[in-house]
């Protein structure tokens, strides 16, 4: 199965400002995911991240407040733009691999945000 | 909607017990499950994978069922170990694409 790392794995923000989480998979891969799990939640996918597209977002995201990037088939990073407290959650990245016909997803480790 | 649900949330049991994590999901019409274990600080970690023609998977001491009929899946656990102590997250992934929909979780805690 793919490796996946995450970066940065936590840090502390002041609100109104940016940050950029990247995601490196050991192999190459056509299909990213950025999840969202917010204190005491479940995952909540954000977007889906194609290589040589645009993402695709899930009802409730936007690309302004989610930039995300996709320059080869190894790397994303995913923005979180202006941020306020409500967006202290842990931000995780995946992807999908074909084993014996089914798509098993394999996870970064997660980047852990507080925004003050 | 497909929405997913996990009891207990929380569990609390003795060293050497077998145990069973309950999950169900609304829309029948999936492709497979996965269960997953998270632990602090280490994401996600996928356990066992049931394709939607299944009906059971197992690895070591977990064993994993499916009736997609009921919308059910049951993760039982032999002989509980204290590192067997985290949260137990099953997913489903449901129409075209990879997308899966998250239950809440099990949070477990094998105690000596």
């Known amino acids: 199965s793919a490796v996946i790392s995450q970066k940065p794995s936590r840090d502390i923000c002041q609100r109104g400002t940016s940050l950029t989480i990247q995601c490196q998979v050991d192999?190459?891969?056509?299909?990213m995911f950025w999840y969202r799990q917010q204190p005491g939640q479940s995952l909540t996918l954000i977007a889906t991240a194609n290589q040589g597209s645009e993402a695709t977002y899930e009802s409730g995201f936007v690309i302004d407040k989610f930039p995300i990037s996709r320059p080869n088939l190894t790397f994303s990073t995913l923005t979180v733009s202006n941020m306020s407290p409500e967006d202290s959650s842990i931000y995780l990245c995946?992807?999908?691999?074909?084993?014996?016909?089914?798509?098993?997803?394999?996870f970064g480790a997660g980047s852990r945000l507080t925004v003050l | 909607k497909q929405e997913v649900t996990q009891i207990p949330a929380a569990l609390s049991v003795p060293e050497g017990e077998n145990l069973v994590l309950n999950c169900s999901f609304t829309d029948s019409a999936i492709y497979n499950l996965q269960w997953f274990r998270q632990d602090p600080g280490k994401g996600l970690t996928s356990l066992l994978l049931i394709q939607s023609s299944q009906r059971e998977q197992t690895s070591g001491r977990l064993n994993a069922s499916l009736d997609k009929s009921s919308g059910r899946s049951t993760l039982y656990i032999a002989a509980s170990q204290p590192g067997d102590s985290a949260t137990y997250l099953c997913a489903v992934r449901t129409g075209g694409g990879n997308k899966l929909t998250f239950g809440t979780g099990t949070q477990l805690k094998v105690e000596l």
């Open positions: 192999s190459q891969v056509t299909m």
């Open positions: 995946s992807t999908g691999l074909v084993n014996a016909g089914a798509n098993v997803l394999t």
